[in-house]
């Protein structure tokens, strides 16, 4: 998988799961979590999806602050 | 250490009283001078929570082993008449209930769910800032004279507002108590932190405090946590309908524990009162 698909696929599940998200949004900056684009309720499943997309596990334990507030920092931290 | 003024109550409560209590009292003080600075109006609640306000945050499914319920018996005369004609409470203090009564209610775990539940399904075209101290209720494995305890006084300043005025807010609150710290001399600093969650690699809302640093707390000589600023995002706005221009409304809090912060004292500066800074 590509840097450019990784980040689309990203995209996709976050509109998949907000269906209000404006169109063009979210840009690979937007503040996830702050626009509620990302809620707790969520970020276990986004967690399955990334492990599913990098086709590695990822130790929850292990998660340092600020690795799912946008598209940039998740594609940093996890691929 | 030997600390005029308290007492300690083995089942994890402290007796305040002289130049410790009245510590206690200047130290609210400077906490409601701070609420001030929003305009921020004080409100007294009761110590005692319908359950199903903190159902609405699903509060029981993270926190139950700090759960602390007021039982009563069962009003009906025959259960009473058993209840006194048994041994209510044995020589090992334990009491003998007949028939309970349905809980229904909770002693408070922290000062500001009573604020969510009073401003309920409340729209605000402004940001408001309520503050409150209430005495608060948190079941642990053991206690500690002033610093873990079953009851404590919490004081909070609570926001509610935008997204972006609750971080203002957590920003000047920040400010405001690094000001207060370095005038009186206490060591501390501020740390991310997380709530203690039952079977936190199970709870969704642990691994999102992992992942956004919304929790920070003042933590005394690297070990004693004496306040907390909490950034909520939504989750009080949508849980009790309270709205800001039409949106769910974001809130924060900044909370202090009064009996921690009376800790620090006696730690940093001795327990005699003459030696305190003021």
Known sequence: MTEAEAREALRAWIREHNPDVPAGEPADGTRLIERRYLTSLQVADLLLYIEELRQAPVDPTRLKPGVFASIDDIYGAFF | ?278
């Not at chain 2, 250490?1 to 109550?9: E, F, Q, S």
């Not at chain 2, 929003?38 to 509060?59: K, M, Q, T, Y």
């Not at chain 2, 499914?61 to 409470?89: M, Y």
């Not at chain 2, 709870?203 to 004693?224: A, C, G, I, S, W």
Request: charge should be negative.
């Open chain 2, 1 to 278: 250490m030997d600390v005029p003024g308290l007492r300690w109550v083995p089942n994890g409560q402290s007796v305040l009283s002289g130049e410790l209590l009245a510590r206690a009292e200047w130290l609210d003080g400077a906490f409601l001078a701070m609420a001030s600075a929003w305009g921020a109006e004080d409100h007294r609640f009761p110590s005692i929570l319908a359950a199903a306000v903190l159902e609405r945050i699903d509060w029981f499914r993270s926190f139950p082993q700090l759960a602390t319920f007021p039982a009563c018996l069962d009003a009906g005369g025959a259960n009473l008449a058993r209840f006194i004609e048994g041994q209510p409470v044995t020589a090992d203090g334990i009491v003998h209930p007949t028939d309970l009564a349905p809980i229904g209610d909770v002693l408070t775990p922290a000062a500001c769910y009573h604020v969510y539940d009073h401003l309920g399904d409340r729209t605000f075209d402004r940001p408001r800032y309520l503050t409150t101290r209430n005495t608060c209720f948190r079941r642990e494995e053991h206690y500690q004279p002033l610093e873990r305890q079953w009851s404590f006084s919490m004081r909070e300043i609570v926001c509610i507002g935008t997204a972006e005025e609750a971080r203002s807010f957590v920003e000047a609150a920040t400010a405001e108590v690094d000001r207060f710290v370095a005038g009186i001399g206490l060591p501390v600093r501020w740390e991310h932190a997380t709530d203690p969650f039952f079977r936190p690699s199970k709870n969704p809302q642990y691994l999102m405090q992992q992942v956004d640093p919304t929790k920070h707390e003042l933590v005394f000589q690297d070990r004693l946590a004496i306040a907390s600023t909490n950034l909520h995002h939504d989750h009080f706005g949508r849980a009790f309908g309270i709205t800001r221009d039409g949106e769910p409304a974001r809130t924060a809090c900044i909370a202090f524990g009064i009996e921690r912060w009376l800790s620090a004292f006696v730690h940093q500066f001795g327990p005699e009162a003459a030696s305190w800074p003021s």
